[in-house]
């Protein structure tokens, strides 16, 4: 499939930063990246690992213009026993395709997507941090490269995958956010790009994350663009909330995206017994069950803090202070698990680890 | 302002492509290209002009993963009299602004937009077709420079023009176009980005322009993401109807483009006497003063062709064919007229052109 991927050895390797202390998210990038070419006719090709370096295009790449721009994310974690491991990287690969498919750029062979970051992870395994919370943050991304303007699908792209070691989410642990409740600014709407994971829709989120911020809030929460009241997600978090005993997360609608930590909790919990819904929820009935005392958790779900629980959602001016800003034991259990079988404490009997 | 322009020379310049033979839509680039930087904390510094050619960034620059992307289209003609002017870019340099803003980027001065502009055509003069109906197109864009995964806006831009010399839009004179007004895909919506020139805008449209094609439709006629009803604009025109001797066209809503060429021709019919409201239309109003006879021209206006006369809008199935398919006289007036000022075989009396 698109032929051997052929390795050019980086040799002048970075000094690598000290993994005990605190990485961030996003800031140093390893020696090696995969990339491969689409060019109409003649499909994907040249599959290469090479050093990690600039990337140059004419500056009439469609990609500055057009924004044709999809991509990933994924960790690898370095368990207990010392296996390098990635979480459920084919669910990845399958959004990838699914995100290409919306804005019109080209699918790739799934199995050859995880294969591509296993060889790329194997090569830079050094980079996967030791310490439990830390672990290599994997960037797949597609984007567009033909020169050349007008508005049209692109004829050429870019497949390349870039890889950062990621210091633990909650360097202190599990840590309740504050959420700003968003009614102003809109996301996406059904018929829109939503549901892929495509550049544009986070730069239509930056003046509104900038209004959370303001508020002393950590992420947005989005309601939905026509009636502005249907829930549909965080920032970077699919989102959930436990009332009375049921969980319930808003269902895929087609203007969010479809979240695989979301994915692997609904089945867990499903699991363990607990009732689980997806469904169409009204701020109002958030309302509704903080104000008669049922609502007993909220929590956002994402690859990069696994869980989040939410302390308090700020609506219309005023705190919803959730469990009374506690860590709340369900977002706990969930963080424990899914963290356990990430590092191997759990064994996983879902066959959501990889080996590399 | 952000200091002197730089000036390299480009020693190695192209061959130029024969003017005369079809040019086609940003195929050709000229010799030259501006750029300038930003960083937090500088601001904008280092305007220079120098060789086009590639550019390069990291390959975790935030343009590729987050969309931080904006841009604008304007053109320089080649007047009657062999001088080279822009028309309007004070608005162009007024709409980057607009739409960095939402895009949380940061602004610049828009006298010294245009200026750099100038300066650009200027040494690239040569560039400027001769031929009635050719021009230089000219592509002002901003995208995120910084290097770094997480959403947040970037800390570093850079701004970038570029120029491309482009044949006539209509080779033959004027010609009306098939639209496909679309109700399953959704463009922009209230709170969203619809009235910015961003990137992620035009990806988000590929799809339904490629369900366009597939109707023999040259673009697709966005309703409303929220109730499916109101008419919006078209891929890259606003659009306007002539019924029953008003001429009516979409306000600007929020959610969609606020076009120059739209605004210019507003001016041009209202000093003309021709009664023109701004107003939400619904397509029903449509299908209505078709079905009754009174819808007289419909036509889209746009940078790239000035004006394109709608020969036909396709909705549901059914081909609705305006004015016989014919051009229409209002289309044909507001045609002649801009480009009359462009080339300069009308005087200007709106100080819309700016001499280079
Ligand atoms: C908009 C959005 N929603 C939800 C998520 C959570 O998805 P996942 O659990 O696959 O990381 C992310 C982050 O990846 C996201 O960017
Ligand atoms: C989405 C969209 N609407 C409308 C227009 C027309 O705007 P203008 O007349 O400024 O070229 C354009 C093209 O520039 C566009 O991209």
Redesign the interface.
Known sequence: MYGQIRIEHNLSCKAKPRFEEDLG???H?TDH?FMMDFEEGKGWHDPRIIP?????????AM???????V?EGLKAFRTEKDEIVLFRPDQNAQRLNRSSD???MPQMDEEFVVDAIRTLVRLDADWVPRKKGSSL?I?P?V?ATEA??????SSRYSF?I?M?PVGAYYEEGLQPINILVES??????????GSAK??????????A??LAKEHNCAQVLWLD??EKTYIEEA??MNVFFKINGEVVTPNLSGSILDGITRKSIIHLMKEWGIPVTERKISIDDIVQAYENGTLEEAFGTGTAAVVSPIGSLLWNGTPMVINQGNIGDLVRRLYDTITGIQYGGIEDSYGWTISC
């Open positions: 998210f996003g800031r990038f990246m990690y370096g600039p990337i140059s295009h004419d500056p009439s990609v500055f213009h057009y924004g044709q721009a991509f919306r804005l019109q943050y960037r991304f984007i050349g303007l007008g508005v049209r699908a390349v870039i950062s102003h600014y809109a996301r996406a709407v059904q018929g829109g790009t495509t550049a544009g829709n986070y730069a239509a989120t930056l003046k994350q900038a663009a026509i920032g970077s």
